[in-house]
């Protein structure tokens, strides 16, 4: 949130609360639901979750908040009648919900350690990458997705290079009652993920590649690209952040695998035998 909405919506608090009233002052409240209050620290928690609200709009969008509000205590009011908060999933679901909610509060602390990158590695970042930075194309692909079975992809991938052109592969795919999407996507640069985006640099108009995936095949053909570069100076900022973003995971990270080296850790049932086969710990999110 900027600066003027954080203005607009601390306006939008003394209005609610009020101007000179003590009990009001004190209270904080905005509405009163049966016996329950709302407060405009619930109403200002929800207006910092949504971003971009225009500074003009914070006042009305408070409001809309508070109806909400309202709406959800009403709710929670009823369900609570009918027991409905000790029904076991809803019970499991809250558990979950707060077990995220704390361990997500522990990585942001532990990654709050971070120190921000200098001015010289971002310039190293940038000089790096030239295909995210000072050769940054926007690409326009055709992008083929196929419904296939293992032993059906090494006929897909010659036919594919046998094809003068993706149309005629597609044809090929219809003949053969291949079951397919047929999609033009419009990519920048750093849209593309950052293992292939080398490969997309040097795709010539009119390539494809093959790439294999859970369901079966996805053929990709470089339709077109333009030049869109971007300098040093409007690369700064998302630069400064990814690199940031990367420091953060690695000592989250590197702190999840010390805590695991310290722990008792012990996997029962049929999960000790994922264990035991040397599956590898997810990585911190």
Same mark, same amino acid.
């Given at each position: 949130?900027?600066?003027?909405?954080?203005?607009?919506?601390?306006?939008?608090?003394?209005?609610?609360?009020?101007?000179?009233?003590?009990? =009001?002052?004190?209270?904080?409240?905005?509405?009163?639901?049966?016996?329950?209050?709302?407060?405009?620290?619930?109403?200002?928690?929800?207006?910092?979750?949504?971003?971009?609200?225009?500074?003009?709009?914070?006042?009305?969008?408070?409001?809309?908040?508070?109806?909400?509000?309202?709406?959800?205590?009403?709710?929670?009011?009823?369900?609570?009648?009918?027991?409905?908060?000790?029904?076991?999933?809803?019970?499991?679901?809250?558990?979950?919900?707060?077990?995220?909610?704390?361990?997500?509060?522990?990585?942001?602390?532990?990654?709050?350690?971070?120190?921000?990158?200098?001015?010289?590695?971002?310039?190293?970042?940038?000089?790096?990458?030239?295909?995210?930075?000072?050769?940054?194309?926007?690409?326009?692909?055709?992008?083929?997705?196929?419904?296939?079975?293992?032993?059906?992809?090494?006929?897909?991938?010659? &036919?594919?290079?046998?094809?003068?052109?993706? =149309?005629?592969?597609?044809?090929?795919?219809?003949?053969?009652?291949?079951?397919?999407?047929? =999609?033009?996507?419009?990519?920048?640069?750093?849209?593309?993920?950052?293992?292939?985006?080398?490969?997309?640099?040097?795709? &010539?108009?009119?390539?494809?590649?093959?790439?294999?995936?859970?369901?079966?095949?996805?053929?990709?053909?470089?339709?077109?690209?333009?030049?869109?570069?971007?300098?040093?100076?409007?690369?700064?900022?998302?630069?400064?952040?990814?690199?940031?973003?990367?420091?953060?995971?690695?000592?989250?990270?590197?702190?999840?695998?010390?805590?695991?080296?310290?722990?008792?850790?012990?996997?029962?049932?049929?999960?000790?035998?994922?264990?035991?086969?040397?599956?590898?710990?997810?990585?911190?999110?």
């Amino acid at each position: 949130m900027n600066r003027l909405t954080r203005v607009a919506v601390c306006a939008l608090a003394l209005v609610l609360v009020g101007c000179g009233g003590g009990k =009001n002052k004190a209270t904080q409240s905005a509405a009163k639901v049966n016996k329950e209050e709302i407060t405009v620290h619930q109403i200002n928690y929800v207006l910092q979750q949504q971003r971009g609200v225009p500074p003009a709009q914070a006042a009305s969008a408070g409001q809309q908040v508070l109806e909400r509000l309202i709406d959800q205590e009403l709710a929670v009011q009823t369900a609570k009648s009918k027991d409905i908060d000790r029904d076991p999933q809803v019970v499991q679901q809250l558990e979950a919900a707060k077990r995220e909610i704390i361990a997500r509060a522990y990585i942001e602390r532990v990654g709050s350690g971070a120190s921000k990158p200098t001015p010289e590695e971002i310039r190293k970042y940038f000089n790096e990458k030239p295909a995210l930075f000072k050769e940054r194309r926007v690409y326009t692909l055709q992008e083929l997705r196929i419904e296939a079975k293992p032993e059906q992809i090494a006929e897909l991938r010659a &036919k594919l290079q046998e094809s003068a052109t993706v =149309n005629d592969f597609a044809v090929f795919l219809k003949e053969k009652a291949y079951r397919f999407s047929n =999609n033009q996507l419009v990519l920048a640069a750093e849209q593309v993920p950052l293992g292939s985006l080398d490969d997309f640099a040097r795709m &010539k108009e009119g390539q494809s590649v093959l790439n294999t995936s859970s369901s079966g095949v996805q053929v990709v053909t470089m339709v077109s690209s333009r030049s869109q570069p971007l300098d040093e100076a409007q690369a700064f900022p998302a630069i400064e952040q990814f690199l940031l973003n990367e420091r953060k995971r690695r000592i989250v990270e590197e702190d999840l695998k010390a805590l695991r080296a310290t722990a008792k850790i012990q996997y029962l049932g049929e999960y000790a035998k994922g264990a035991a086969s040397g599956a590898e710990p997810t990585k911190a999110p």
